[in-house]
């Protein structure tokens, strides 16, 4: 079993590497900002990969013995909102029966998805020290799937999974043992019975809603239902849990300055022993908001109610 943790590249320092690695860290995340601005972080993650200090601080971790990952909303910059001028059947269908341009895209316009599927394995080649295992996500918005008369017999779930089928095929044509995550979250979490993952396809579990302040627990209920469900879906094999027991970002609202945080050593290690006995074989958590800026405010930032959890 591996642990990782996904920080902003922006907060990537050595010193962060070396706190992760000297704690046993296997996997270090990168995870471009979420939001509506997605896309944006996303080109600024591809510029920063681009700059020679950049690529040393990779290289160091690497180094250091950790594997790199990148993980990000992607959808946005998949298909490029600037082609809906001249191409809005590539774009999702709204529930008025209109083509919009502002979350996801018609997975069942197949010329849109070869621009999508393109586009996905030059990403791929562009994550520098990438190990193969890719996280295109859809966009980071409940209740935004494409309504057309095609896509709307498919479930978020089947809608995602269709764009990561045809995404792993055209990534498998230059890196063969590629395999890339089907993330279940939010409007995600349930499984697509109508599709079937193609070879290459695992499952990311990420249950968000535990740390929605309302009182109406439904959704949080279904979580932990689905969670065996989608196991038994996807399989275990490469199965990876995704938290945010260090995700200063969501307890800060993510709002600068950062908020002091501390996380909850027994809960992360009951939780932690519930996911391996499921059988994850990857658990990661969110490690936003706990760089340079937290540090300067209140110290260096204590991971280790994660990593003891793995000893």
Known sequence: MKSEILIHPEELTEKQIDRMASRGVNVLGLHPVGGDSAVDSLNRLLAQIEQPSFRILLDYAAECGLEIEYEMHAASYLLPRE????????????????????????????????????????????????????????????EKPCHCPACRKLSVAEQQLTALNRMIR??????????????????CIDVPHAVKPEEGIFLEFAPIEKYKDRPDRTREEE????MPLLLDYFGK????????????SLFSHWKKPPKPFSADPEKVKAEVLDYADAGFSLIATFGCYLGEDYEALYGEPNITPFTDAFL
Do not use: Q
């Not at 997975?107 to 070869?114: F, K, P, Q, T």
């Not at 979580?223 to 689905?226: A, L, S, V």
């Open 83 to 142: 082609l809906f001028e001249t191409h809005p059947e590539y774009f999702r269908m709204n529930e008025d029966g209109e083509r919009v341009a502002d979350y996801n895209f018609c997975v069942s316009n197949s010329e849109g998805l070869e621009i999508v599927a393109a586009r996905a394995a030059e990403l791929a080649h562009r994550l520098y020290r990438s190990r193969p295992a890719y996280y295109f996500w859809m966009d980071d918005i409940r």
């Open 223 to 226: 979580e932990r239902r689905m």
């Open 237 to 248: 094999e490469d199965a990876k849990v995704l938290e945010y027991w260090l995700d200063n």
């Open 170 to 187: 055209e990534i498998r044509k230059t890196i063969p043992n590629a395999k890339m995550a089907h993330i279940a979250y939010l409007d």
